[in-house]
């Protein structure tokens, strides 16, 4: 009953729309009410897709975030089309082509390799629970998205969109500019319209800031809400996987479709409980009244993202929501939690990985993180850039039966639950808001992007889920605003992202540009004669 309900209220607020025709920024919403009216085919969509893939990402500004595609994704669609015509539509998905980020295993003959060359030959007989809710609800995988590789967990110096097997994504505002990561494929096909969803991966961060620096919706759901079966691992106490699309309403309609429990996932067991229709607990009023907490602690750090930040809480206000300035989260917090945090996932990643090499197919003979350091170090395809500290301090660590490892999570988790609950309650707020970060720096190889800070990592360890949202540019740069909520509030956070993001309408597409330098007002700064 779950998916016709939400079917039917993606078809509603589809329609309020006016089945606008087809671009290649359509939202899926807008694609599916086409495909209900007849304007378009599920067909068409994968060939549009896979035109511009061709036309963008392998030619063109060359993005890089599209790996492989899915040989069986034209049969899929026609099937799609066949079931519509026989008067049976699985839900909101139906028809929509979608990417899955390149650590999510799929049964259609494509390899999970998570950026590897060590994975090349991982072409799995099995497939995450999370594409088969995907594909039960009528969705078309179209191909794999290239990622920061093994997550962005293999160097404290690596570069986020890089990987070996597929380079280095380039973000489409600005070509010379970082895609964030490590979802940042997922981040940037949705982004340059080669499909309207795509799905991510985040243990801290990796839905979410990808999302703001290309200017889309993300959404790092609470820990346990989705499963992570048959996803490359870093850390079951964080992993989680989650939606990239243009609108909040598509984001809404993909958890409904990928939530749930998943008995091969412990930490699932409450999800069929806690999930929910998100689409129809969509309200374009939900501000109203609304109390939202406003943190600043990453204020001063770059003023005109600040400048930014400003008139969406402008907007929030206009929409009817009661803004409340929220002291903390203190320096000193973060830092503990963010060095608990280092140390634990180090040791959980070592422990996941393991178990997970050991069951991919008998072609894949790097089995064991061991493994995976003696072939990075023997392969110079894979450290041309960076090395390859993570892994060979993970080789290290204390396993998961170590009390000291066991009370450094304990008190990590408590210490970043404590401090959300206590800003939360303490305010009296429904939602903390933040801006997702500065806008993307320049990708630079020598000395390292600089970072202007991120509110990911208290709702990362904590579980907690983090909604990011574009809220406006920076010289053409995308920036987002975050909401986030205690456990199992997604409903609330997309409803009241929803409202925001109808409000502003700050969303624009991107201009593909080689740098910042190539915009008129800049140009003109720089040789004004």
């Known amino acids: 009953m779950l998916k016709f309900a939400t079917f039917a209220a993606a078809a509603a607020l589809a329609g309020a729309a ?3 025709p087809v671009t290649p920024y359509s939202s899926a919403v807008a694609q599916q009410q086409a495909m209900r009216t007849g304007a378009v085919t599920s067909e068409e969509l994968v060939r549009l897709s896979l035109d511009r893939i061709a036309r963008i990402d392998k030619a063109g500004p060359r993005l890089n ?31 929509v082509p979608v990417l899955l980020k390149d650590n999510i295993e799929s049964r259609d003959g494509t390899a999970t390799t998570a950026g590897s060359l060590a994975l090349l030959d991982n072409v799995p007989e099995r497939e995450a629970p999370i594409v088969r809710r995907l594909t039960d609800a009528g969705a078309v995988i179209l191909g794999k998205t290239n990622l920061s590789e093994w997550a962005n967990f293999r160097s404290t110096r690596s570069i986020s969109g890089w990987s070996a097997v597929g380079g280095l994504v380039r973000n489409p ?12 494929g997922s981040g940037v096909a949705v982004a340059a319209g080669l499909a309207a969803i795509a799905i991510g991966t985040e243990t801290d961060g990796s839905v979410t800031c990808p999302a703001a620096m290309n200017g889309v919706v993300g959404l790092k759901p609470t820990v346990g809400l989705v499963s992570r079966t048959f996803i490359v691992p870093i850390s079951p106490e964080q992993d989680t996987a989650g939606p990239m699309t243009r609108t909040v309403a598509d984001a809404a309609a993909v958890l409904t479709v990928i939530a749930g429990s998943d008995p091969a996932d412990p930490a699932t067991a409450e999800a069929d409980r806690r999930r929910t229709d998100y689409v129809a607990a969509l309200d374009a009023r939900s501000l109203k009244g609304a109390r939202i907490g406003v943190l600043r602690n990453l204020a001063g750090r770059h003023p005109e993202t600040d400048e930014v930040y400003e008139k969406a809480l402008d907007a929030l206000r206009e929409a009817g929501a009661v803004l409340v300035d929220v002291k903390g989260p203190e320096d ?17 990643f070592r422990a996941a990985l393991d178990a997970y090499l050991a069951s991919t197919p008998p072609a894949v003979r790097t089995r064991s993180l061991d493994a995976l350091i003696a072939f990075n170090a023997a392969e110079p395809r894979e450290t041309p850039l960076f090395g390859q500290e993570i892994f060979e301090q993970s080789a290290k660590a204390p396993a998961l039966t170590d009390p000291g490892y066991k009370k450094k999570r304990a008190d990590a988790k408590k210490l970043a639950t404590d401090t959300l609950d206590r800003l939360m309650r303490e305010a009296k707020v429904d939602v903390l808001v933040s801006p997702s970060g500065g806008p993307p720096s320049i990708v630079d190889p020598v000395n390292g992007s600089r970072f202007f800070g991120s509110p990911s990592s208290l709702p990362a360890v904590s579980g907690y889920p983090h909604l990011t949202v574009p809220m406006g540019y920076v010289r053409g740069l ?50 004004p004669r």
């Open 65 to 95: 975030s599209v790996l492989t595609i899915n040989p069986r994704a034209m049969a899929d669609a026609r099937r799609a089309d066949e079931e519509r015509r026989a008067g049976r539509v699985r839900g909101p998905l139906h028809g």
């Open 332 to 348: 000193s917090v973060l830092a503990q939690v963010g060095s608990a945090e280092g140390d634990t996932l180090r040791a959980e």
């Open 173 to 184: 505002y600005s070509l010379d500019r970082t895609a964030c990561g490590s979802s940042s």
């Open 18 to 20: 006016h089945a606008q």
């Open 478 to 527: 995308p920036v987002g605003i975050s909401f986030i909520g205690p456990a199992w509030s997604e409903a609330r956070l997309l409803s009241l992202g929803h409202a925001f993001e109808l409000a502003t309408e700050a969303r624009r597409p991107p201009e593909f540009l080689p740098s910042v330098n190539a915009r008129p007002d800049v140009a003109r700064a720089y040789d």
